[in-house]
């Protein structure tokens, strides 16, 4: 069955401290991973899209990372404004209605 | 950019009424779908549909059904509302060509 985990569940760092946060994935085949943001009470924001192993996408503080059993994010030096819930999701080869699978989420909070 | 509305950002309704939830997207995506956010539940897929007129069920159809007669317009149909579908609901869409989803909003619904 195909599957997402992520971990932690929730993690708290101060402004400044530089962590990641893992997406781990089975699937039959995987044909994209998605990185999203929310905020509480708002809809997912896209963030980025990796699609084979090797790949990496940066986005100011953020950096996306990819291999073939998992995905990390990657913030450099947070600051307050990066709180929120990091969701991450897979497509898998095979699946042509654009059927995304989530995990649970990170929730992140930075203190100032 | 990608823009996808919802028709209300709150909605509050009695049990056994018959509730619509209507998601727009302007980008002329071929895919739309509906979920729901609960906590400790994450997103959990209701419907899917890839095309007018075509529509798929995801994870929990129960107790909902859809309704999609435009390419740019996807409805949400709650036959007769209950409480345990009190929720987050999110819309989103998709190209067939990238299957990044964009998601609107969301509606907080309450039924009492």
């Known amino acids: 069955e195909d599957q997402v985990t992520q971990s932690p569940e929730a993690l708290r760092l101060q402004e400044g401290e530089s962590s990641s946060l893992n997406c781990s994935y089975t699937v039959s085949g995987l044909r994209g991973l998605f990185w999203y943001r929310q905020d509480p009470g708002k809809g997912p924001e896209f963030l980025f899209t990796?699609?084979?192993a090797g790949e990496e996408k940066e986005k100011e503080r953020l950096k996306a990372t990819l291999t073939k059993k998992e995905s990390f994010l990657h913030i450099t030096a947070p600051k307050p404004e990066d709180s929120a819930t990091y969701l991450c999701a897979v497509q898998a080869v095979g699946s042509n209605t654009g059927k995304l699978i989530f995990g649970q989420g990170t929730t992140l909070q930075v203190k100032p | 950019d990608v823009k996808v509305t919802q028709s209300s950002r709150y909605l509050v309704k009695r049990t056994g009424e018959k509730v619509f939830l209507e998601c727009v997207q302007d980008m002329d995506h071929e895919n739309m779908f509906w979920y729901r956010q609960d906590p400790g539940l994450g997103l959990r897929l209701i419907y899917f549909?890839?095309?007018?007129?075509?529509?798929e069920k995801g994870d929990i159809p129960e107790g909902y059904s859809v309704s999609r007669e435009k390419k740019e317009r996807f409805s949400l149909i709650l036959e007769s509302a209950s409480t345990n579908q009190t929720s987050m609901y999110l819309c989103a869409s998709s190209s067939s060509g990238t299957d990044t989803q964009y998601f609107g909003p969301g509606t907080r619904l309450t039924v009492l």
């Open positions: 549909s890839y095309d007018v007129k075509m529509k």
């Open positions: 990796l699609y084979s």
